[in-house]
């Protein structure tokens, strides 16, 4: 009888791992025209389901008929996916936008320069001319 409850116990749990939703982390790359000479990337990651749908969807099409751009708070630190930058876009708060203010756009390199201000007076980047490259 300890057995088959035993059993009971271990298929049950063993169904909910098999069938609960698995939250997947999907890596995001953006190309930015930098500062004119040669472009940049930036890289952001997520595991929010409806960014990760917004995002591939905004992959599936031609490269010239992308038009979303990042938008999300930004903290110190490369985040271990964004190298070559000394901030990252928070994993849980950025999205595609259409169109943002203009207070939170800028060139990245000017982001890492004044990143403190950045930090402080802006808490967000939004820079218009990104685009979605690949999931990486």
């Given at each position: ?21 698995v939250n997947h982390r999907a890596v995001f790359e953006f ?18 389901p409806e960014i990760i749908e917004k995002a591939r969807a ?79």
């Amino acid at each position: 009888m300890r057995i088959i409850r035993l059993v009971s116990i271990v298929a049950g749990v063993l169904s909910l791992w098999v069938c609960s939703p698995v939250n997947h982390r999907a890596v995001f790359e953006f190309a930015h025209p930098g500062d004119g000479r040669c472009p940049v990337t930036l890289v952001a990651i997520t595991d929010k389901p409806e960014i990760i749908e917004k995002a591939r969807a905004e992959l599936a099409k031609a490269p010239g008929q992308r038009r979303l751009h990042i938008n999300g708070q930004i903290a110190r630190g490369d985040g271990g996916h964004n190298t070559g930058w000394r901030w990252h876009f928070a994993p849980h708060d950025w999205d595609l936008a259409e169109i943002s203010i203009e207070l939170c756009d800028g060139q990245p390199s000017f982001v890492d320069e004044h990143l403190d201000e950045w930090l402080r007076d802006v808490g967000r980047y939004c820079p218009w001319s990104s685009r979605l490259v690949k999931e990486r």
